[in-house]
């Protein structure tokens, strides 16, 4: 089994800055997509960005688009999401996922890590 470990989270105040660390384990197949998930209180997990980690190609929700960027370090098996220019919206529970399809769609990925809660408040 794929296991996920994220790390980063915090409180920033609006317009600050976060990355976000995803560790990926196991001895399953190494998965060829990591993805970013948020998930607001009561509601469903959004997939706000993923990574093929065999091309690097990247895509991103409307949301997220020129604040937020996923990057793989395929050595240290690890993604990361530089998080910019923060807003009090951005405040949720965030998941990194694992999967072997480029896709946004949440049932793609079967392994998921904890969460690491991103607090954006003054």
């Known amino acids: 089994q794929v296991r996920l470990v994220e790390s980063g989270g915090g409180t920033v105040p609006p317009g600050g800055s976060l990355q976000l660390s995803c560790t990926v384990s196991?001895?399953?197949?190494?998965?060829?997509?990591v993805a970013w998930a948020r998930q607001f209180p009561g509601k469903e997990r959004d997939m706000i960005a993923v990574i093929s980690r065999l091309s690097g190609s990247t895509r991103y929700d409307d949301s997220v688009k020129g604040r937020f960027t996923i990057s793989a370090d395929n050595e240290k098996n690890t993604v990361y999401l530089q998080m910019n220019n923060l807003k009090p919206e951005d405040t949720a529970m965030y998941f990194c996922?694992?999967?072997?399809?480029?896709?946004?769609?949440?049932?793609?990925?079967?392994?998921w890590g904890q969460g690491t809660q991103v607090t954006v408040s003054s």
């Open positions: 996922a694992a999967g072997q399809a480029f896709s946004r769609t949440r049932n793609d990925y079967p392994d």
């Open positions: 196991g001895d399953r197949r190494r998965p060829s997509s």
